[in-house]
């Protein structure tokens, strides 16, 4: 049982927590806009997984994570192009749609996998590390939180990009009113349908990011059902965090946390029977669930499809 | 009326024919607006004005007909495009996003790459607010500002661009007499410059003060039109009786007065004792509000919207809490109660806001009829819904209440606002009802609905129960009421019995003399 507390220990349980909570934190900002923008986008799950498969398959053949990221972001917004056609341009039922896409896609990719891979998981080489100057050289905190691969830093950097767009730029304002009242947006001669889509198909790209990082750099491997509800943490996310990117991030870092609490305790040996342990995130969701989301104020016009001129 | 040449016009509809599920709402309307000239628009709950509007303004397309922009056919295919077109439009219902403040709504629909130009736009708002006498803090919220003050902010957001074509559905409802009056000089002065305006409005002495030319729309039918020429040969008395008698074919006695009579019966029946409330930094509180009102008698609040009449109506109603008095009905104490316990006692309020927080839109009339019995007997039992009851007895308070409606499971969103209006009133008027708050009940109805309304609250009064009336309109007040009060910044000012001179007495409290 010895070592709980070693400084190795640590800074792998940090490094764990930090890459866990990436793709959370990038699938919880894409969610944010959809939701903002007036849209409940529970196909989330499966942009996510498309993006980790895409993701991988790009990396793999090409050799370069960044073009595994690209590819994951295309794959995102593919899948987000057929949700916003469905659900924005159409007004079909989100949820509907939304479960549907997930279930699909899992299965698809679960597929696309199987014919290129049969039963072999080829495994990507270890990713390139960014070193921030001065910053890694901290004992215990310096490794875990400092030697990451850039695209952890953009994610973070990402939060900022969020809270400049929602507060300071013409873009924040529509997202909003989409979401808010949508008709007050259309006839100020704003096209509702298309601040959407936008917001669905950026949605896309994070949650694709989010996914090919998650097998890319995460697992180093794609195997089927790999983003394990990864998506729907990000749903939760965004739902607390009430239209505010930073709160997507501290609940991403808790979320990681309790992963890789997960991860390093079976690692480290400790005698608590494994499934308790995995109950970890679920139980961090409850809790935050009682203490936050009760306070949850959504969009108004969240999961309504607009139409003009219906009253 | 002044001398205005009319110059060529501008937009003109041709057989424009608009049909909705069970209801023909525009058939083979004609219309032409001209520059330098303002045009009203007048017609009856229902009578299909806003769907007009609604076409010029882009949401939504004629099935038939086709609308000419300078003499050229010119679909107008979207909100965007009537905006580039000219044509700027203040809607019948609300257009703010309450969540954004009035600075954020009038910056929306800019270039999305731009930032939001807030400084550029306080000083052009100032510009056009002040002489108008508006006054508008730019940085609060929608959402806490009345329903005046968010149509004036939509008039203002309509000026600010430049617009050939200004349409202001029913702008004036939620003003007040010198809003109103300054808005008319506004308009005047943007015909001179060579706008052109049509004016929706229900009041006819608005049409006859502000209007070049009138035309009258009657179940979707424009069944006439008084042109310039004519309209500035008519004295003001005889365009009056022309329109009326175009509108509803018979003569009406718009400013009847009518007070109730009641039994010497002075026992009060709802106290108000020493009610406050503290300020927040965009709605006056209550500060220490205290009245009576007896059996049968109609007690007036007077004063300009925004005085914190809402907020009394609320905290009366159990809606708001307030930090210190009482609220006695029938002798017992309400406090502490909350909304459903006042309504089970007998205290029954009617907001002003009817889509908003009245009725449910989405759901049929029927259901809206018991939206506050939702899972009681005898309408629903063991949590099931008792459909054939509630459809009967639906049916029978349509039929009771006038409510035109396709029907009772037509969504009640869709119905006109006066429509809306009855569907609250029998509901807030079933079962038990001792006390009502009416806000603004006949704000946005016909003239028809409006002595509709003002006779069903006389009536109400007549059977015994106390009524608060609150309004804007002094002279509804005067036309019904016992006692009329006048509130300011939050504070009642006095309390004026009606009769002689009554109406001078409480316009000058309302300007802060004494009565
Ligand atoms: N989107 C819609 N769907 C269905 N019916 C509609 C719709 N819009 C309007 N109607 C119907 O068309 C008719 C005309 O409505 P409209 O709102 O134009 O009346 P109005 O003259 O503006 O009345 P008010 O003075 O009460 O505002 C009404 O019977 C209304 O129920
Ligand atoms: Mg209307």
């Known amino acids: 049982m010895g070592g709980f507390f070693t400084d190795t220990f640590l800074t792998a349980l940090l490094f764990g927590a930090v890459t866990a909570a990436i793709p959370l934190l990038l699938a919880?900002?894409?969610?944010?806009?959809?939701?903002?923008?007036?849209?409940?986008?529970?196909?989330?799950?499966?942009?996510?997984?498309?993006?980790?498969?895409?993701?991988?398959?790009?990396?793999?053949?090409s050799g370069s994570f960044w073009i595994g990221f690209i590819a994951g972001a295309a794959g995102g917004m593919a899948v987000a192009s057929l949700m916003a056609l469905l659900c924005v341009r159409f007004g079909l039922n989100q949820i509907v749609i939304g479960i549907a896409l997930t279930l699909g896609l899992e299965g698809l990719t679960s597929l696309l996998h199987h014919f290129q891979f049969s039963r072999s998981y080829p495994r990507l080489p270890a990713a390139e590390v960014t070193p921030i100057p001065l910053l890694s050289d901290i004992p215990v905190l310096g490794p875990a939180l400092f030697r990451h691969h850039l695209i952890v830093y953009l994610a973070v950097a990402m939060v900022g990009v969020m809270i400049w767009v929602y507060k300071r730029t013409q873009f924040g304002l529509n997202l909003q009113a989409a979401g808010d009242k949508p008709a007050a947006l259309d006839v100020a001669g704003i096209d509702v349908i298309r601040t959407r889509t936008v917001a669905v198909l950026f949605t896309g790209g994070m949650a694709g990011i989010g996914g090919a990082y998650l097998a890319n750099v995460g697992a180093g491997l794609f195997i089927p059902f790999i983003t394990n509800g990864a998506g729907f943490?990000?749903?939760?996310?965004?739902?607390?965090?009430?239209?505010?990117?930073?709160?997507?991030?501290?609940?991403?870092?808790?979320?990681?946390?309790?992963?890789?609490?997960?991860?390093?305790?079976?690692?480290?040996?400790?005698?608590?029977?494994?499934d308790v342990i995995q109950m970890l995130p679920f139980l961090a969701v409850m809790a935050m669930l009682v203490l936050f989301g009760r306070r949850a104020g959504l969009p108004a016009a969240l999961g309504i499809p607009y139409e003009r001129g219906a009253r | 009326m002044e001398q205005t040449q009319a110059g060529p016009a501008i937009v003109s509809l041709e057989g424009v024919t608009k049909r909705f599920p069970g209801i023909v709402a525009n058939d083979r309307v004609d219309l032409d607006i001209r520059a330098g000239e303002v045009h009203v628009l007048l017609g009856e709950n229902g009578a299909g004005k806003s769907t007009l509007i609604s076409m010029l303004s882009g949401l939504q397309q004629p099935d038939d007909g086709r609308i000419l922009i300078d003499g050229v056919e010119m679909p107008i295919r979207s909100p965007s495009h009537a905006l580039s077109l000219g044509i700027g439009t203040v809607f019948q219902h609300n257009m703010l996003v309450p969540t954004l403040t009035v600075a954020e709504n009038l910056a929306l629909g800019g270039r999305w790459w731009q930032r939001p130009r807030i400084a550029e736009l306080t000083a052009r708002v100032a510009e056009i607010a002040r002489p108008l006498g508006i006054d508008i803090n730019l940085g609060a919220r929608v959402s806490e500002l009345s329903l005046g003050e968010q149509q004036q902010v939509e008039i203002v957001r309509a000026l600010l661009r430049d617009s050939r074509l200004l349409i202001l559905d029913e702008a004036t409802s939620m003003l007040t007499p010198k809003g109103i009056a300054e808005l008319g000089a506004l308009m005047r002065r943007l015909v001179e410059r060579g706008l052109a305006?049509?004016?929706?409005?229900?009041?006819?002495?608005?049409?006859?003060?502000?209007?070049?030319?009138?035309?009258?729309?009657?179940?979707?039918?424009?069944?006439?039109?008084?042109?310039?020429?004519?309209?500035?040969?008519?004295?003001?008395?005889?365009?009056?009786?022309?329109?009326?008698?175009?509108?509803?074919?018979?003569?009406?006695?718009?400013?009847?007065?009518?007070?109730?009579?009641?039994?010497?019966?002075?026992?009060?029946?709802?106290?108000?004792?020493?009610?406050?409330?503290?300020?927040?930094?965009?709605?006056?509180?209550?500060?220490?509000?205290?009245?009576?009102?007896?059996?049968?008698?109609?007690?007036?609040?007077?004063?300009?919207?925004?005085?914190?009449?809402?907020?009394?109506?609320?905290?009366?109603?159990?809606?708001?809490?307030?930090?210190?008095?009482?609220?006695?009905?029938?002798?017992?104490?309400?406090?502490?109660?909350?909304?459903?316990?006042?309504?089970?006692?007998?205290?029954?309020?009617?907001?002003?806001?009817?889509?908003?927080?009245?009725?449910?839109?989405?759901?049929?009339?029927?259901?809206?009829?018991?939206?506050?019995?939702?899972?009681?007997?005898?309408?629903?039992?063991?949590?099931?819904?008792?459909?054939?009851?509630?459809?009967?007895?639906?049916?029978?308070?349509?039929?009771?209440y006038d409510v035109r409606t396709p029907g009772i499971s037509?969504?009640?969103?869709?119905?006109?606002?006066?429509?809306?209006?009855?569907?609250?009133?029998?509901?807030?008027?079933?079962?038990?009802?001792?006390?009502?708050?009416?806000?603004?009940?006949?704000?946005?109805?016909?003239?028809?609905?409006?002595?509709?309304?003002?006779?069903?609250?006389?009536?109400?009064?007549?059977?015994?129960?106390?009524?608060?009336?609150?309004?804007?309109?002094?002279?509804?007040?005067?036309?019904?009421?016992?006692?009329?009060?006048?509130?300011?910044?939050?504070?009642?000012?006095?309390?004026?019995?009606?009769?002689d001179r009554a109406g001078e007495r409480v316009g000058r409290l309302m300007i802060g003399l004494a009565a």
């Open chain 1, 28 to 61: 919880g900002l894409g969610e944010q806009m959809s939701e903002k923008a007036g849209v409940l986008n529970i196909g989330i799950e499966g942009m996510m997984i498309t993006g980790a498969y895409i993701g991988f398959v790009g990396a793999y053949y």
């Open chain 2, 410 to 499: 037509t969504p009640v969103g869709r119905l006109s606002g006066g429509n809306i209006q009855k569907v609250l009133i029998a509901r807030e008027l079933a079962d038990g009802a001792r006390a009502v708050i009416f806000n603004k009940p006949t704000y946005g109805l016909d003239l028809a609905n409006t002595l509709a309304t003002r006779q069903r609250v006389r009536d109400i009064a007549g059977q015994g129960l106390a009524v608060l009336l609150i309004s804007t309109d002094l002279e509804e007040l005067l036309s019904m009421c016992h006692r009329i009060a006048v509130i300011s910044q939050g504070r009642l000012v006095g309390i004026v019995s009606n009769g």
């Open chain 2, 197 to 400: 305006v049509v004016f929706i409005t229900h009041k006819l002495g608005e049409a006859a003060d502000f209007g070049d030319r009138v035309s009258v729309l009657k179940l979707g039918r424009k069944v006439g039109e008084i042109t310039s020429e004519r309209l500035r040969m008519l004295e003001r008395a005889a365009l009056v009786d022309e329109i009326v008698a175009m509108m509803f074919g018979r003569q009406a006695g718009a400013d009847e007065i009518s007070i109730p009579p009641r039994a010497a019966n002075d026992d009060a029946l709802l106290e108000v004792r020493e009610l406050s409330m503290a300020e927040t930094s965009d709605a006056p509180g209550l500060d220490r509000i205290s009245f009576a009102i007896g059996h049968g008698e109609i007690l007036g609040i007077a004063g300009i919207d925004g005085n914190g009449q809402k907020q009394l109506a609320e905290a009366l109603a159990g809606q708001r809490p307030t930090d210190s008095g009482s609220v006695m009905l029938a002798g017992q104490a309400l406090d502490g109660l909350d909304v459903g316990g006042r309504r089970k006692r007998g205290l029954r309020y009617l907001t002003d806001d009817r889509l908003g927080e009245g009725t449910v839109g989405t759901f049929p009339v029927s259901i809206n009829y018991f939206l506050k019995q939702i899972g009681e007997p005898p309408l629903w039992r063991s949590g099931m819904e008792r459909t054939r009851e509630i459809d009967a007895r639906a049916i029978e308070l349509t039929r009771r």
């Open chain 1, 233 to 274: 943490l990000g749903i939760v996310l965004a739902m607390l965090a009430r239209g505010r990117p930073v709160w997507v991030l501290v609940g991403a870092l808790i979320f990681g946390g309790c992963l890789s609490m997960t991860t390093a305790a079976q690692v480290a040996g400790i005698r608590i029977p494994t």
